[in-house]
Structure formats: C-alpha cells, structure tokens
C-alpha cells in the first residue's frame, strides 16, 4: 500500500514565479492537509481539502491557493514567489483522526 | 488562537539517561500527537493520544496527555544514539484534523 506520495522532491524557483506542487494520498484517506514548514520550526497550517472543497484555511495570503481532484490528489499553487516561500511543503492525508504525512517538497525561492 | 509550546528546545543528553520532553497547549482538545523528524526527512507519526489519562508507550518512548492540565509529555528511556532527532506535539483543535504544532524539541544523544 503505498503511502502518501509528493512531487517533485525539489524545486527551484526565482522571486515572481508561480510554482505548483502535487500530493497522492494514501489509499482510502479523502483529506488533504497542506502545510508549510520553515527552517527550524514546526510546520504550519496552509489549508484542508475535503470532497473537492477547501474546508479550512490557515493565516496564508491568497497569493497560496489549491485544488483537489476526484481522485482525492491535490495541488498547491504558489503564486508571485517570495523569498520567504523557501520551506518544506508537506501534505498529509487523513480518513478521521489520524495524519500520515508525505515526505514534502523543498522549494527554494532565490 | 490555539498556541502549544514545547520545553525544552534544546535537549542534549547521554546515553542510558532519562528525561521528559512537556507539550503544554491553550486551548481544550482531546486529540494529541508526537511526531519525530529527522534532519531533512518529513515527520514520522509516534503516537496519537485520544482521551485524558492516555498513555501509549513504544520501545524507549512513552506518551501521555492530561486533557485538564493541557499537557502533554513524552519520556525517554535509557536514551540511545538512535533517538537524536525533532520531536513535535501537535494539537488538533477539533476541527477536522487542522494540527497546531509546537515549536518542537531537537534531541541530542551523546555517548
């Protein structure tokens, strides 16, 4: 059973761009969490999609937006890059309670 | 706004010692969880605590949480090597799985 997949591993990016990374779930989860983590702290909440709709959202500009398909993969989409967008991206994948979470994507933003 | 704070920061220890890493959070929640992470890896689940007075233990680890006091720890036994890493706990605020993580423990084991 595979777990939750990400892609790509790592990208690079210049300020201004727009980058988009994707997320698989583990099989039978229907939750797709997406979380930002920056060197040195603890991840943080970007949003939640759940039956093709974004449940929740966290303290993210509009500039971080996603979409999740009928397949329950998902996407974020960072739009206008910062440099302080250089984090780990991680998604993580739940039926109920319990978050499996994928091994991330490094985006660097120079 | 929901805060968790973990404590220490920082814990160098030596091999075969004892020590306790606490999770203290603001607001009620019945759902609590420790994650490891290794330098440039993603999170590894340890332990999902679902109720007051829930201990879960796994090798040299144990977990629990007091729901009243908010607080949460998790105990390392004769520490080894193995077990250096970043420990997060993460509170789930009771709205669908949106986790809060503290600001998390990096773990140092010395011979």
């Known amino acids: 059973d595979a777990g939750v997949t990400q892609s790509p591993t790592h990208l690079i990016k210049t300020r201004g761009q727009q980058v988009t990374l994707r997320c698989s779930p583990k099989s039978g989860h229907d939750t797709v969490s997406w979380y930002q983590q920056a060197l040195g702290q603890g991840p943080q909440f970007i949003f939640q999609?759940?039956?093709?709709?974004?449940?929740q959202r966290g303290n993210f500009p509009d500039r971080f937006s996603g979409h999740q398909f009928p397949n329950y993969s998902s996407e974020l989409n960072v739009n206008a890059l910062l440099l302080g967008d250089s984090a780990l991206y991680l998604c993580?994948?739940?039926?109920?309670?319990?978050?499996?979470f994928g091994p991330g994507t490094r985006l660097t933003v120079t | 706004e929901l805060k968790v704070e973990q404590n220490p920061l920082f814990l160098s220890m030596q091999e075969g010692k004892n020590y306790t890493i606490y999770c203290n959070y603001s607001t009620t929640s019945d759902r609590l969880y420790w994650y490891r992470q290794d330098p440039g890896k993603s999170l590894e689940s340890l332990f999902v605590?679902?109720?007051?007075?829930a201990v879960k233990q796994e090798g040299r680890l144990m977990a629990s949480l007091d729901t009243k006091a908010r607080l949460s720890t998790l105990h390392i036994t004769a520490a080894v090597h193995d077990l250096s890493a970043t420990y997060f706990c993460?509170?789930?605020?009771?709205?669908?799985?949106?986790?809060?993580f503290g600001t998390g423990t990096r773990l140092q084991v010395t011979l």
């Open positions: 993460a509170v789930d605020a009771g709205t669908a799985s949106k986790l809060t």
């Open positions: 993580a994948s739940s039926k109920n309670y319990e978050q499996y």
């Open positions: 605590l679902l109720s007051n007075g």
């Open positions: 999609y759940y039956e093709e709709e974004e449940r």
